[in-house]
């Protein structure tokens, strides 16, 4: 499995049913919808920052993370981003790997 952040910020209708339902519903609706792609929701933390939730979670690939995305920003409650997250030991072999590039202009 691949783990994902995935970072959400309310619309004004999401914001009055977060206020109807509090935030430990929500937090279970989004668990639910995470197991419910093959997932698995390590944490959820609700914030006042530049986003109103950030969720780490582990999803089988791409393309689970993308259905999701697509599925959570079209309900309307809420404008979510997914971004791929990467271990250390990823990162590492990703250096490793030999891949020649030109820059534009030389």
Known sequence: MAKFL???????DGLKGLVNDGGTKRAE???KVI???G????????????????????LPDHKTAAGLAIAIRASGGVDSRITPLLT???V????????EYQPPGR
């Open 6 to 12: 995935l970072q959400s910020t309310y619309t004004i």
């Open 29 to 31: 609706v989004v668990r």
């Open 35 to 37: 197991e419910a792609s």
């Open 39 to 58: 997932g698995r929701m390590e944490s959820i933390h609700f914030s006042f920052g530049k986003h109103d939730t950030y969720v780490v979670c582990d």
């Open 88 to 90: 250390p030991a990823e």
């Open 92 to 99: 590492d072999e990703a250096t490793h790997q030999k891949t």
